[in-house]
């Protein structure tokens, strides 16, 4: 009689396991990217590398580009408000130019409420003497037409509008206190129609 084999008694714990397959360790933000879908042929940027997104970096700073610059736009309010406070300056007629019927560049009194492109000038005239204004026309380099504001210091005048072929457009008189705006409308003159000396300041742009 045959004796049957005796079990296995080795314990199920002791026996080994296969081994298991090691995977890498990727890191998080790979998976991420990983995941997001990308148009084919094309590579996106990195996810921590803004460097080339200059909205993003350079949002709220200074731009490079000379055309984005901001500029100090000049109205005519300010203007306006520049020539009345020049000629409030020059109510002394210590500070009146001592050569008559030309246009000259203020004193530095009447210049100190001007600030950026502005340029202040004054004119003493006899009486019924007159000077000539410039029309409102673009300078050179410039599409803009350029402005420009009177203000009376003292005496009596009128502003005469003429047209390109010499006809009378419009007589105006330049009150003390006010500020005249002058149009593109054709030639100006300034006219003393008082007594005694007129003084007048003109700020342009």
């Known amino acids: ?21 090691r995977t890498a360790h990727r890191p998080e933000h790979e998976d991420a990217a990983r ?8 590579a996106g940027p990195a996810v921590d590398d803004l460097a080339g997104i ?3 970096v350079l949002a ?22 520049a020539a009345r406070a020049a000629a409030d300056a020059l109510a002394r007629p210590t500070l009146w130019p001592r050569r008559a ?4 560049p203020a004193p530095r009194t009447a210049r100190r409420g001007v600030s950026g ?35 009376l210091v003292s005496g009596q005048a009128h502003l005469v509008v003429t047209g390109p ?18 149009g593109a409308s054709g030639g100006h003159q300034l006219i003393n129609t008082g007594t005694a000396t007129l003084v007048a300041v003109r700020v342009g742009a």
């Open 1 to 21: 009689m045959k004796e049957s084999p005796l079990p296995d008694s080795t314990p199920a714990s002791t026996v080994a396991a296969p081994p298991r397959a």
């Open 35 to 42: 995941a997001r879908p990308q148009a084919a042929g094309t």
């Open 54 to 56: 200059g909205d993003i």
């Open 60 to 81: 709220g700073a200074a731009s490079g580009y000379a055309h984005l610059a901001a500029r100090d736009t000049v109205t005519i309010g300010r203007l306006a408000a």
């Open 101 to 104: 019927d030309r246009w000259q």
């Open 117 to 151: 492109r502005m340029r202040v000038s004054v004119v003493a005239l006899r009486p019924n003497a007159f000077v000539e204004l410039a029309a409102d026309r673009p300078r050179a380099g410039r599409t803009e037409a350029r402005s420009e504001v009177l203000a």
């Open 165 to 182: 072929d010499g006809a009378l457009l419009a007589v105006q008189e330049l009150a003390r206190g006010k500020a005249r705006v002058l």
